[in-house]
């Protein structure tokens, strides 16, 4: 069956960097894509961006351009998103989901990942 | 970016009762490009819909799309105890992605 397993809590200071692993099994990994969601505490769902399993070729949303770095990893199936200069607003619960092509829905959810922003 | 307005906020219903929950777009959806997601707390979104009508695998029928353009609705035609949760609408048609604000189905 497919499963996203996602990397542990982080707890980071402001200015810093956090990666999130997002490991996945149960499919053929470069056949789609995995896009990344975030939800901060109590609040909706907000897209940052896209990357292909297939080619690394990456769309994000313009908010988050410049401030963050998603890869992929093939030989383990392994997707990352680093998101630098971390403010306390960027304290949410990061999750990652599969999502063929840069748009269209996500039908896979990894169990989340929460970062905390805090001095 | 297309801005998604889901009404009401919450919806107080008793299980056995029909929810329905709307999405409205600011402008069209390109090619009905919505999916509708339920969450339940502590956990991740789960896909019910996409193509505003398409059920996910899975899902069960009494869940149910409909719409198009700027206008679409989630139907649950009979709550039952498990479908007491958060749902989001989204539209995929346009980048950047984008998210309605939720409309939480609670127990009356």
């Known amino acids: 069956q497919v499963q996203l397993v996602q990397s542990g809590a982080e707890v980071k200071k402001p200015g810093a960097s956090v990666k999130v692993t997002c490991k996945a099994s149960?499919?053929?990994?470069?056949?789609?894509?995995i896009t990344w969601v975030r939800q901060a505490p109590g609040q909706g769902l907000e897209w940052m961006g896209w990357?292909?399993?297939?080619?690394?070729?990456?769309n994000f949303a313009q908010k988050f351009q410049g401030r963050v770095s998603v890869t992929t990893e093939t030989s383990t199936n392994t997707a990352y998103m680093e998101l630098r200069s971390l403010r306390s607003d960027d304290t949410a619960v990061y999750y990652c989901?599969?999502?063929?092509?840069?748009?269209?829905?996500?039908?896979?959810w990894g169990q989340g990942t929460l970062v905390t922003v805090s001095s | 970016e297309i801005v998604l307005t889901q009404s009401p906020d919450t919806l107080f219903l008793s299980p056995g009762e029909r929810a329905t929950l709307s999405c409205r777009a600011s402008?069209?959806?390109?090619?009905?490009?919505l999916a509708w997601y339920q969450q339940k707390p502590g956990q991740a979104p789960r896909l019910l819909m996409y193509?505003?009508?398409r059920g996910a695998t899975g899902i069960p029928d009494r869940f149910s799309g409909s719409g198009s353009g700027t206008d679409f609705t989630l139907t649950i035609t009979r709550l039952e105890p498990e479908d007491f949760a958060v749902y989001y609408c989204?539209?995929?048609?346009?980048?950047?992605?984008?998210f309605g604000g939720g409309t939480k189905v609670e127990i009356k």
């Open positions: 989901a599969r999502q063929t092509i840069p748009r269209d829905y996500a039908d896979y």
């Open positions: 149960g499919y053929t990994f470069t056949s789609y894509g």
């Open positions: 990357i292909s399993g297939y080619n690394g070729k990456t």
């Open positions: 402008q069209t959806v390109s090619d009905n490009c």
């Open positions: 193509g505003a009508t």
């Open positions: 989204q539209q995929y048609g346009s980048s950047p992605l984008t």
